[in-house]
C-alpha cells in the first residue's frame, strides 16, 4: 500500500490515551491508517517524518477566537490569513471566526465575508457571531450602544449573509425574544452558546431545553455562582448536552477554579483562545471591535475602564497551562482542545481525531508542550 506520508515514532496523544511507538499514516488529506511499532515500513511511504519520541497530537481546534498577528478577523481577508498563520504556526489547524458586535449591517457583511472564505478554505470552519444579542450589563468589550434585542428580521439578515457557515451565536437568553432566537439559530443548524448575560440558573436551563448546547467562556461576562444565585455556570455543569468554554490563560479564570470545572464536567470542557489581534505579539496598544486595548504583560483590557478585552492565548499554550497549572492529564487536556470543540460545533466526524476517515491534521509536541511541527491536509507547514 502505497501513501503520500507517514509520522512514525511517536507517542501519540488521540482519544483521550497515549500509544508509545505510535505511527499515523496519511493519504490524499485524509488518515488512512495507524498502528504501532514498525508496521508502518510496509506502507512505502513517499514521505515519512520520525517524530523522534516526542508527543503527536490532532490539530487543534479553536471555536472562539478574534484574531492575532497584529490582525482582527472583522477585518478583511488579508486580515485573516495574517492571524490564521499565526495560530496555525501554534497548532490551530481549524478555527471558527468570531466577530464582534458591529452596526447590523456590517456584521451581515463581515458574516458574508468569512462564507466566501470558507468555501475556498477548509481550515475555516466559518463564523461565530459574539454579539449583538447581549445584555449590556454584561458586554465586556462589546460597544453597548451597538447590542440590542433579537428579532426576526435581524436573525435572517445574518443567517442569509452567512450562508450556511455561521457555525455558532453567542446571544444572552433573557432578552426579549432570547428563547425564541434560541430555537431558530437550532433549526438553522447554528449552535447556540449563552454568554454575555444576566440569566439566573433557571433562563439558562430554559435556553439549554430550546436547543442550546454551549457556554460562552465560563465565568466571564456573566454572573457567577452564589450559594443562593447558583447561576449560568451552574446551570451549564448541571447539563450534560452543555458543552463549557475555558479560557486558560491563567487571567480569565483561576486555574483553581478551572480545576473545579474539569471535576464537575469531565469531557465537556472546550478550550478556547478569544484571542483578539495581539496574540502571538508584543504589549501595547490595539483594536478590538472599534475599540482601544491596552496590553501589558500579555494581558488585554479596555484602555477605557479595564475590563478584560479577550486574550492574547494560544492554544498550545492553553493546553501546557491546563497541563501544568490546572493538572489535567495531557491526554484530556488534548481532547479539550481537539475532540470536544469539534464535537461542540458538529465536525467531530472530519475533524479533532487521529482516526481513519479524519482530516490529516496533526502536532507535534516537544517534552515541553511546544510545537515542533504542523501538518494540515497531510502536508507538514512552512
Same mark, same amino acid.
Given at each position: 500500500?502505497?501513501?503520500?506520508?507517514?509520522?512514525?515514532?511517536?507517542?501519540?496523544?488521540?482519544?483521550?490515551?497515549?500509544?508509545?511507538?505510535?505511527?499515523?499514516?496519511?493519504?490524499?488529506?485524509?488518515?488512512?491508517?495507524?498502528?504501532?511499532?514498525?508496521?508502518?515500513?510496509?506502507?512505502?511511504?513517499?514521505?515519512?517524518?520520525?517524530?523522534?519520541?516526542?508527543?503527536?497530537?490532532?490539530?487543534?481546534?479553536?471555536?472562539?477566537?478574534?484574531?492575532?498577528?497584529?490582525?482582527?478577523?472583522?477585518?478583511?481577508?488579508?486580515?485573516?490569513?495574517?492571524?490564521? &498563520?499565526?495560530?496555525?504556526?501554534?497548532?490551530?489547524?481549524?478555527?471558527?471566526?468570531?466577530?464582534?458586535?458591529?452596526?447590523?449591517?456590517?456584521?451581515?457583511?463581515?458574516?458574508?465575508?468569512?462564507?466566501?472564505?470558507?468555501?475556498?478554505?477548509?481550515?475555516?470552519?466559518?463564523?461565530?457571531?459574539?454579539?449583538?444579542?447581549?445584555?449590556?450589563?454584561?458586554?465586556?468589550?462589546?460597544?453597548?450602544?451597538?447590542?440590542?434585542?433579537?428579532?426576526?428580521?435581524?436573525?435572517?439578515?445574518?443567517?442569509?449573509?452567512?450562508?450556511?457557515?455561521?457555525?455558532?451565536?453567542?446571544?444572552?437568553?433573557?432578552?426579549?425574544?432570547?428563547? #425564541?432566537?434560541?430555537?431558530?439559530?437550532?433549526?438553522?443548524?447554528?449552535?447556540?452558546?449563552?454568554?454575555?448575560?444576566?440569566?439566573?440558573?433557571?433562563?439558562? &436551563?430554559?435556553?439549554?431545553?430550546?436547543?442550546?448546547?454551549?457556554?460562552?467562556?465560563?465565568?466571564?461576562?456573566?454572573?457567577?455562582?452564589?450559594?443562593?444565585? #447558583?447561576?449560568?455556570?451552574?446551570?451549564?455543569?448541571?447539563?450534560?448536552?452543555?458543552?463549557?468554554?475555558?479560557?486558560?490563560?491563567?487571567?480569565?479564570?483561576?486555574?483553581?477554579?478551572?480545576?473545579?470545572?474539569?471535576?464537575?464536567? #469531565?469531557?465537556?470542557?472546550?478550550?478556547?483562545?478569544?484571542?483578539?489581534?495581539?496574540?502571538?505579539?508584543?504589549?501595547?496598544?490595539?483594536?478590538?471591535?472599534?475599540?482601544?486595548?491596552?496590553?501589558?504583560?500579555?494581558?488585554?483590557?479596555?484602555?477605557?475602564?479595564?475590563?478584560?478585552?479577550?486574550?492574547?492565548?494560544?492554544?498550545?499554550?492553553?493546553?501546557?497551562?491546563?497541563?501544568?497549572?490546572?493538572?489535567? #492529564?495531557?491526554?484530556?487536556?488534548?481532547?479539550?482542545?481537539?475532540?470536544?470543540?469539534?464535537?461542540?460545533?458538529?465536525?467531530?466526524?472530519?475533524?479533532?481525531?487521529?482516526?481513519?476517515?479524519?482530516?490529516?491534521?496533526?502536532?507535534?509536541?516537544?517534552?515541553?508542550?511546544?510545537?515542533?511541527?504542523?501538518?494540515?491536509?497531510?502536508?507538514?507547514?512552512?
Amino acid at each position: 500500500m502505497s501513501v503520500d506520508r507517514v509520522i512514525h515514532s511517536a507517542r501519540l496523544v488521540d482519544a483521550g490515551r497515549v500509544t508509545d511507538r505510535a505511527w499515523v499514516a496519511f493519504d490524499q488529506g485524509r488518515v488512512v491508517a495507524r498502528g504501532a511499532g514498525d508496521g508502518w515500513r510496509d506502507l512505502v511511504p513517499r514521505a515519512a517524518d520520525d517524530a523522534a519520541g516526542r508527543w503527536l497530537t490532532p490539530g487543534f481546534i479553536d471555536i472562539h477566537g478574534h484574531g492575532g498577528g497584529g490582525a482582527s478577523f472583522d477585518d478583511g481577508p488579508d486580515a485573516v490569513a495574517t492571524a490564521r &498563520a499565526m495560530h496555525r504556526a501554534h497548532g490551530t489547524t481549524r478555527a471558527v471566526l468570531s466577530l464582534v458586535t458591529a452596526a447590523i449591517g456590517d456584521l451581515a457583511d463581515r458574516a458574508a465575508m468569512v462564507a466566501e472564505l470558507a468555501r475556498a478554505d477548509a481550515t475555516i470552519l466559518g463564523s461565530h457571531l459574539e454579539g449583538p444579542f447581549l445584555d449590556p450589563g454584561h458586554n465586556g468589550a462589546h460597544t453597548a450602544a451597538l447590542l440590542r434585542e433579537p428579532d426576526q428580521h435581524t436573525i435572517e439578515r445574518l443567517l442569509d449573509a452567512g450562508a450556511g457557515t455561521i457555525r455558532q451565536v453567542t446571544l444572552a437568553p433573557e432578552l426579549d425574544g432570547g428563547l #425564541p432566537a434560541v430555537r431558530r439559530f437550532v433549526a438553522a443548524g447554528v449552535q447556540v452558546a449563552v454568554g454575555h448575560t444576566a440569566a439566573d440558573q433557571f433562563t439558562t &436551563a430554559a435556553a439549554f431545553d430550546a436547543g442550546a448546547t454551549i457556554l460562552t467562556h465560563a465565568f466571564n461576562a456573566m454572573n457567577g455562582i452564589h450559594h443562593r444565585a #447558583p447561576g449560568p455556570v451552574v446551570a451549564a455543569l448541571n447539563d450534560d448536552r452543555v458543552t463549557l468554554e475555558v479560557v486558560a490563560d491563567g487571567t480569565h479564570v483561576a486555574p483553581d477554579v478551572i480545576r473545579l470545572l474539569v471535576r464537575s464536567a #469531565p469531557g465537556r470542557l472546550a478550550l478556547i483562545t478569544d484571542a483578539m489581534a495581539a496574540a502571538g505579539g508584543a504589549d501595547g496598544s490595539y483594536a478590538l471591535g472599534g475599540r482601544q486595548v491596552t496590553v501589558t504583560g500579555g494581558v488585554a483590557r479596555l484602555a477605557g475602564g479595564g475590563a478584560i478585552a479577550g486574550s492574547t492565548l494560544t492554544q498550545d499554550a492553553a493546553i501546557a497551562l491546563m497541563v501544568r497549572r490546572v493538572g489535567m #492529564p495531557l491526554p484530556d487536556a488534548v481532547r479539550a482542545a481537539t475532540t470536544v470543540p469539534a464535537a461542540a460545533i458538529g465536525v467531530a466526524d472530519r475533524f479533532g481525531a487521529l482516526t481513519p476517515g479524519r482530516a490529516a491534521d496533526a502536532v507535534l509536541l516537544d517534552e515541553d508542550l511546544a510545537v515542533v511541527r504542523v501538518w494540515v491536509d497531510g502536508e507538514p507547514i512552512a
